[in-house]
C-alpha cells in the first residue's frame, strides 16, 4: 500500500479552509516562507485591505498545488483571481507572489497530455493574465504559447495582448522574480548545478539503535527543468519525482523516465541531478535497511555516476550502511561489501580529484570562499568519521575480532578522530564475546575523551551489562533514569521511598563505572524493552512486570514532541516484550506437579531478586489476557505466538486441549494467516487431541525436520 502523499493531504486541508491567511498553513504543511504571506499593504497596493488580503490567500494558494491532479482546483482558484486582480496599482508595490503562482498554474496545466481545444485556452487564457498583470512572460512559456497556435490552428490577431508574442517581440520585463527563474531553453544545456538543499546529511548513528524516523521531515521538493517541459510525459514524471513524499510514487517515476523512449535533444535525456540526489534522500528515510533499498541505491547512484553528476560523501555512506543489512544476521561477507564500497568511494574521490571537473565541482560545494578548495572538496567527496563508523559498526556486527581490528585500523591511518558512536558501536562484539574488560574500557574512554552519552548509548551500555549477567550495574542504571521520571517521588514508580539511595547509586556509577546519567534523561522504549527481557530471561518475572508496568504509565518523550496528551502520550505495549515474557515462561515454566525440568537450566542471576512470582500457569493466564486486549490491527508476528503455544505447554504440562483452546482464541481475533513453522505447530496440536499418544511440539517440529532432511 503506497504512503499517502503529505503534500496532497496539506492542499486537501487548505482546500477546506475557510478563505483567510490562517487557514492556508495548518499543522501538516511547510512552514512558510517569507514570500508565501506577503503583507496586504506592500504586496497589493491599490486594493482595499479586504481585496488584499483575498487576493494574497488566493495566490498562496495556488502556489501550494503541486500536481496535475490539482487543475481543477488550481482553475478554480485562477478564476476567483480575475475580480481582485483587476483593481492592483501596477505603478507600486511587489507582487512577485502572484507572478509566481501564475507561472506555476501554467505549468500545471502545460503538464497534462494530450491537450485538447478547452486545456489550450485555459493555458492563453493564463498567460493572457499574467502578462495584463506585469508579469514577464517567460521563454519556456512563449515557446508553449507558440506551439498552441500551431497545433489548434490559431490566427495571431485572435490573440489580443498576446499577439505580438506569437509574432516575435516581447514586451519589457516587470516581472522582478522572472530574471531569477527563468529555465533555460531547450537548446541550452540544464543547470546540473548541485543544490544545497539537497545535501542532507545522512543517518549518522550506524549502531543497532536507532529511532531518528522519528523525527523525519519532509523531503524539500525539486523544481522541473523546464527544458523538460516540451516532452510532457517526462515533465511529468520530474515532477512526481521532484514533489512526492512517497519513494514508492518517485521510484515508479524513476523507472518510467528510465524506460522513456530517447528525445531527439540529447540535453533531453540527460537525468536532472536534483531530481536523482532527492530520490537518495528519499531512499535514507526507509527503514529498516532491506535489500531492495540497497539494489535501488546502487541502480541510483549509477545512474549519478553515468551523468556525469557528482556522488556526496552521505550518499556513499548511506550505499555503505545498507550494503551489510537486509539479513537476520551480519555475516562477515556482508563487512566485505560494505569495505568494497568504501574502496569505490576512494576511487571515485580519487578520479574526480585528478579529473579536470574537480575545479567545477569545488565551486559547485564551496561554501564560504575563504575555504581551500582543495580540502573542501576532499572533504565533499572522500570519507569522513560517519564512514569509518559505518565501517565499525558493521565489523562489530559480525562478531569477528579480525573484522573489527581491520576497521579499525583504517580510521587510525586516515588519522580521523572516532567520535562516540564510534566508540560504542564497538560494544556489540564486546558483549557477545563477554570481555567485560573491554566494555568498561570502551566507557572510560567516552569519559575521558570528554563525550556526553544520550539514551541509545545509555541503552547500550545497558545491553552489554545485562547480556554479560551483570544485573547490578543494568538496574543502578535504571533507578537513576527512573528517578528523573519521578521527579522526586510525585509520580507512583516503582522505587518510591528509597529516593534517598538515589544520589549514592548515581555516585557509584560515575566513580567505580564512569557512567554519567544527565538530570534531564529519562528512559525510552528500547530501555524498558531491553531490561523486561533481560529479566525474563533471566528468571525474575517480578522485576519485568514491574519495570513493564513503568513503562505503561510513563510518558513517551517522542509523543509529547508531537503535542500528544494524555494517554495517548504515553508507551503502548510492544510484541517484544510480550515475545520475551513468554520466552521466559518456556524457559523457567512450572508445570502444574512443580516441576521446573527444561533445557536451559532454571538460576538466579547476580542482581535480580529471589522470591517473586512463580513462572506458573496462573500468572501465565493473566498475561495472556492482557495480551488478548490489544488491538487487532497489531498483529503479532509469528515468534510471539509460537513462544506463547511453546509456554502453554510448558505450563500445563502437555494439555493440548488447552492449547487447541488458546489456538482458536488466537485465530478468531488475528485470524489463521501464518508461516511455515506455526502451521507445523497447529498440526501437532490438533494431531495431539485426536491421539492417545501424544508427542511434544518441539518433538514434532525436530522429526518434520529430518524429514525434509
Not at 114 to 135: H, N
Not at 423 to 445: D, S
Not at 485 to 502: M, P, R, Y
Request: glycine letters at 6%; charged letters at 20%.
Amino acid at each position: 500500500m503506497r504512503e499517502q502523499d503529505p503534500l496532497k493531504t496539506s492542499g486537501a486541508q487548505q482546500r477546506h479552509g475557510s478563505g483567510t491567511t490562517e487557514d492556508v498553513h495548518d499543522s501538516t504543511s511547510h512552514p512558510p516562507t517569507m514570500n508565501q504571506y506577503p503583507s496586504p499593504s506592500s504586496s497589493t497596493a491599490g486594493l482595499s485591505p479586504p481585496q488584499a488580503v483575498e487576493l494574497s490567500t488566493l495566490t498562496s494558494d495556488l502556489k501550494r498545488l503541486r500536481s496535475e491532479r490539482d487543475v481543477v482546483e488550481a482553475w478554480g482558484i485562477f478564476q476567483k483571481l480575475q475580480k481582485p486582480l483587476s483593481n492592483v496599482n501596477h505603478s507600486g508595490g511587489d507582487i512577485t507572489l502572484l507572478y509566481t503562482s501564475l507561472h506555476h498554474l501554467i505549468r500545471l496545466l502545460s503538464a497534462i497530455t494530450p491537450r485538447p481545444g478547452v486545456l489550450c485556452s485555459r493555458i492563453i487564457s493564463a498567460i493572457s493574465t499574467l502578462r495584463q498583470a506585469g508579469g514577464r512572460i517567460k521563454k519556456w512559456e512563449l515557446q508553449l504559447l507558440r506551439a498552441i497556435v500551431k497545433e489548434q490552428n490559431i490566427h495571431f490577431q485572435d490573440l489580443e495582448h498576446l499577439k505580438d508574442l506569437v509574432a516575435g517581440t516581447l514586451s519589457p520585463a516587470t516581472d522582478p522574480e522572472a530574471s531569477n527563474t527563468t529555465p533555460p531553453t531547450p537548446s541550452s544545456p540544464p543547470e546540473d548545478e548541485p543544490s544545497p538543499l539537497f545535501d542532507v546529511p545522512p543517518p549518522q548513528d550506524p549502531s543497532e539503535i536507532d529511532f531518528s524516523e522519528e523525527f523525519q521531515s519532509p523531503i524539500l521538493v525539486a523544481p522541473i527543468p523546464t527544458t523538460f517541459t516540451q516532452d510532457h510525459e517526462r515533465a511529468r514524471l520530474l515532477n512526481l519525482m521532484g514533489t512526492t513524499q512517497s519513494f514508492n510514487e518517485a521510484w515508479d517515476a524513476y523507472r518510467a523516465l528510465s524506460s522513456h523512449p530517447l528525445a531527439e535533444d540529447p540535453t533531453l535525456n540527460k537525468y536532472p541531478s536534483r531530481h536523482l540526489h532527492r530520490l537518495v534522500s528519499l531512499l535514507a528515510t526507509i527503514r529498516p535497511r532491506t535489500r531492495k533499498v540497497y539494489l535501488s541505491l546502487v541502480s541510483i547512484m549509477s545512474t549519478l555516476r553515468a551523468s556525469g553528476h557528482p556522488i556526496y560523501v552521505w550518499e556513499w555512506n548511506l550505499l555503505m550502511d545498507a550494503s551489510a543489512k537486509g539479513w537476520r544476521k551480519t555475516r562477515f561477507e556482508d563487512y566485505r561489501t560494505s569495505l568494497r564500497v568504501f574502496n569505490d568511494m576512494l576511487a571515485y574521490q580519487k578520479e574526480v580529484l585528478e579529473s579536470h571537473d574537480s575545479q567545477q565541482i569545488g565551486r559547485n560545494v564551496r561554501s564560504s570562499s575563504h575555504v581551500d578548495e582543495s580540502i573542501l572538496l576532499h572533504n565533499t567527496l572522500g570519507p569522513d568519521i560517519y564512514s569509518y563508523t559505518t565501517l565499525i559498526s558493521h565489523a562489530a556486527r559480525t562478531l569477528s575480532p579480525q573484522a573489527l581490528e581491520h576497521a579499525r585500523s583504517l580510521l587510525n591511518s586516515a588519522g580521523i578522530i572516532p567520535n562516540c558512536v564510534t566508540l560504542l558501536a564497538q560494544l556489540r562484539l564486546h558483549t557477545h564475546h563477554n570481555q567485560m574488560f573491554a566494555v568498561r574500557r570502551t566507557i572510560a574512554e567516552i569519559r575521558d575523551r570528554g563525550f556526553t552519552l544520550d539514551i541509545y548509548g545509555v541503552n547500550s551500555i545497558i545491553r552489554a551489562f545485562a547480556w554479560n549477567e551483570d544485573m547490578e550495574v543494568a538496574d543502578s542504571i535504571y533507578r537513576v533514569l527512573r528517578s528523573n521520571v519521578d521527579a522526586g517521588g510525585s509520580e507512583d514508580g516503582l522505587f518510591d521511598g528509597v529516593n534517598e539511595g538515589i544520589t549514592a547509586t548515581a555516585r557509584f556509577l560515575d566513580e567505580v563505572e564512569n557512567i554519567i546519567i544527565p538530570p534531564m534523561m529519562v528512559p525510552n522504549r528500547i530501555t524498558y524493552t531491553l531490561l523486561v527481557q533481560a529479566y525474563a530471561y533471566q528468571g525474575d518475572l517480578t522485576r519485568a512486570l514491574q519495570v513493564f508496568a513503568d513503562m505503561l504509565s510513563s510518558t513517551d518523550p517522542i509523543a509529547t514532541w508531537r503535542g500528544e496528551v494524555g494517554a495517548v502520550a504515553r508507551f503502548p505495549p510492544v510484541m517484544q516484550i510480550f515475545r520475551a515474557i513468554f520466552l521466559g515462561f518456556y524457559r523457567h515454566g512450572v508445570d502444574p506437579t512443580g516441576s521446573t525440568t527444561h533445557y536451559r537450566g532454571h538460576h538466579i542471576i547476580r542482581g535480580t531478586h529471589g522470591p517473586g512470582l512463580d513462572w506458573d500457569l496462573g500468572n501465565l493466564y493473566t498475561i495472556y489476557k492482557g495480551f488478548l486486549e490489544l488491538s487487532t490491527n497489531q498483529k503479532p508476528g509469528d515468534r510471539v505466538v509460537y513462544w506463547l503455544i511453546m509456554a502453554f505447554e510448558k505450563c500445563s504440562g502437555g494439555d493440548y486441549w488447552r492449547m487447541k483452546e488458546v489456538w482458536a482464541t488466537l485465530e478468531g481475533r488475528w485470524g489463521d494467516r501464518w508461516g511455515a513453522r506455526l502451521r507445523r505447530v497447529r498440526k501437532a496440536i490438533y494431531h495431539n487431541t485426536e491421539h492417545a499418544e501424544a508427542a511434544s511440539i518441539g518433538d514434532v517440529l525436530e522429526d518434520e525436520s529430518d524429514d525434509r532432511g
